[in-house]
Each structure stands twice: as C-alpha cells, then as structure tokens.
C-alpha cells in the first residue's frame, strides 16, 4: 500500500494555512509546524512531500520574510492557492456575546476586525497564530475570553462561533504557493500560468527599467515585482517577479534573455511555472 501524500504548514490545527491544505490538497495529509523554517525543512529533508507556504494577503500584505526563506530553501513552486479569510468569533460552549470581556488573536487578525472589537469594547490580546489563541481558549475554560479564528478551529477545539464573518473587509483573502522538493511544470500553451523568479541587477543607472523591458516589448504582464535588501546591505536589493506566461514560451524566454543581459551571471533563478488559480482569472471564488 502507497504511502498517503503529505504537505507541511506553519502554525496549529485549525489555522487558515491548515485550512488552505484541505481545501488545495484533499488527497493529502496536513502536517503541522512550528515555524516557516521547519515548514520548509519537512520538505527539504523529505518529512513532508509538499509545503503550503503563504506570501500575501489582500489585507495586510507581504506576509514577513517568506521572499527571504523561498529562494535558500532549494524548493520549487508547484501551484498556486486563494483562500479566503473568514474570522468567527469564537467562545466557550454556552458563553454568549454578553459574557465576553476580552479576545485573543494574531495581532494582524486582531486590526481586520477593528469594528466589532470595537463594539463590543473588548480587551486586545495578541497571540502568536489565530489557532493557538482558540487551543489556549478552549484550556482556560474562561465565558469572558474569546478568540479569532477559522471554523475549522472551532471544531477542532470543541468552541461555539458566537458571530460568523466578523472581518472588516469581505475580500479577505490569502495567496499560498505550493512547493515542492521536484519542479512540476505544465505544458506550455495548455492553459494560463504563473511564472515566478528572483533576480539582481548590475548596479548601474537604469538597470531596473531596462531589464524589465523585455516584459513589455514581448506582452508579457508583471502581476507582481517586489524588492527586498539582502545580506544587509542597503546597496543591495533582490527583486521578486510574477509574470503571467510559460517559461518556455518564446515571448517569455526573449524577456529573459533580456533580463539577464543587465544582471549579474547567475543572478536570474526561476522558482516554478505552475497553472493560474481560477480564482485569479476571475472564474472561481475562493474558499471560505
């Protein structure tokens, strides 16, 4: 019998990376990390097959060294996943709205949900992940101390949802990336796809703009460029691209060629080409 498939994420059971994994990856047993280092090292040391890594959210941005950790891992990105954030206010069982006198959450969970916490004028507590602060509710055995998190930890930690969606912003939502120890690419031209790299530039004027001309001139869209100091130099900065196309396309390999032409030998690494989410052509939503 064939071993089940595994793929890592950072925090506790019932955290939205956790949630992430069922929803992506149903086929695959979730495994659960302290930290993003050992997420990335289960697969590194083949402990997990896969990693369920995420980069930004709509709401509050580029998730904090993730862009450090992915290109030292050695790792490939094999796909891409949007799952939407929906925070529950969550209590012991039988505590209601009225009993509550304080929250427990990760502090970015803790500022989308300004309004109600607001509201009901309850204390602020901050906690490392969403998961944890429901596993430490659920311990306290506390009716006044809520938490913030997922559904999916309410079940996990026998807590009632006293409020659904209490999120401020309703487009909520996490980008993940798959990785993976080997690179999985598709097909060129069997359907839209991602193509991610990280890149230096030789330290002369203008470099930037003209190493990103090739993308214009060949039609390829940047959906995303970001850049990050490295090795702590603040003369040094490594740029973080997704460009919608194959890798192996002409457009796609000309724009390369172009690329590095104004980098360093060796400077240009392509993480994965992995197929387009549906959620990002518009054709899904993602899942709560």
């Known amino acids: ?45 083949g402990e997990a097959d896969k990693a369920m890594v995420p980069v930004e959210n709509s709401v509050a941005g580029r998730v904090a060294d993730i862009h450090h950790l992915l290109p030292e891992s050695g790792l490939y990105i094999v796909g891409e996943y949007f799952q939407r954030v929906n925070h529950m ?22 500022a989308q949900c300004r309004k109600l916490i607001g509201r009901l004028k309850l204390k602020r507590v901050n906690h490392a992940d969403n998961a944890g602060a429901a596993h430490e509710v659920a311990a306290l055995g506390d009716r006044s101390v809520a938490a913030i998190a997922s559904a999916m930890a309410a079940k996990v930690y026998g807590l009632d949802i006293l409020q659904d969606s209490i999120e401020d912003a309703a487009h909520n939502t996490t980008r993940f990336l798959v990785m993976a120890r080997q ?27 003209k190493a990103l001309g090739g993308f214009a001139t060949n039609g390829i869209n940047l959906t995303k460029l970001e850049s990050y100091i490295i090795d702590g130099s603040f003369s040094a900065a490594q740029f973080y691209i997704d460009a919608e196309g194959h890798v192996d396309e002409t457009g796609m390999q000309h724009a390369l060629d172009e690329l590095r032409f104004f980098c360093p030998d060796g400077a240009v690494r392509i993480l994965g080409t992995y197929p387009a989410s549906p959620f990002r052509l518009g054709v899904a939503e993602p899942n709560g």
Not at 6 to 28: E, F, K, R
Not at 97 to 107: F, W
Not at 183 to 209: D, E, H, K
Request: proline share 10%; hydrophobic share 40%.
């Open 1 to 45: 019998m064939s071993r089940k498939q595994t793929v890592a994420y950072q925090g506790m059971a019932g955290a939205y990376s956790h949630l992430a994994c069922s929803n992506a990856l149903p086929d695959h047993e979730p495994v659960p990390c302290y930290s993003f280092e050992d997420m990335l090292a289960a697969v590194q040391e």
């Open 89 to 110: 206010l969550l209590g012991l069982p039988g505590a209601t709205v009225e009993d509550l006198r304080e929250v427990r959450a990760h502090p970015q969970s803790l």
């Open 183 to 209: 690179g999985v690419m598709p097909p060129a031209a069997n359907g839209p796809c991602i193509t991610t790299m990280v890149f230096q530039v030789r330290s002369v004027p203008a470099a930037l703009y």
